[in-house]
């Protein structure tokens, strides 16, 4: 690919059509390249934000824990089941409680 601009050789996309590394859209405003790697600067946003290896709990894993202890999904082991049945409990009684007082 072609630079639009001056025509060198290995060209980049850009929304404004190929570009070499001296006509990207960063270096016609006089800014350095964007950071190359987006695992190591998502790593670097979850560590500033004391997330633990990217992972936040999410209402997929509520959902997955209520399936598993009313048995309509498979699960590992008796004791995975129990844990997910105690815990299902649980929230049952806290909802219980938070709509009585």
């Given at each position: 690919?072609?630079?639009?601009?001056?025509?060198?050789?290995?060209?980049?996309?850009?929304?404004?059509?190929?570009?070499?590394?001296?006509?990207?859209?960063?270096?016609?405003?006089?800014?350095?390249?964007?950071?190359?790697?987006?695992?190591?600067?998502?790593?670097?946003?979850?560590?500033?934000?004391?997330?633990?290896?990217?992972?936040?709990?999410?209402?997929?894993?509520?959902?997955d824990e209520r399936a598993i202890?009313?048995?309509?999904?498979?699960?590992?082991?008796?004791?995975?089941?129990?844990?997910?049945?105690?815990?299902?409990?649980?929230?049952?009684?806290?909802?219980?409680?938070?709509?009585?007082?």
């Open positions: 690919m072609n630079c639009r601009t001056c025509g060198a050789e290995g060209a980049r996309p850009y929304g404004t059509g190929p570009q070499c590394p001296l006509h990207t859209p960063a270096a016609v405003a006089g800014r350095p390249e964007p950071y190359a790697d987006p695992k190591l600067a998502l790593e670097a946003l979850y560590a500033a934000r004391g997330i633990k290896h990217g992972y936040e709990a999410h209402a997929g894993s509520l959902i202890a009313s048995g309509r999904r498979r699960f590992k082991s008796v004791a995975q089941y129990r844990a997910a049945q105690q815990a299902e409990d649980a929230r049952k009684q806290a909802e219980k409680a938070r709509r009585k007082g």
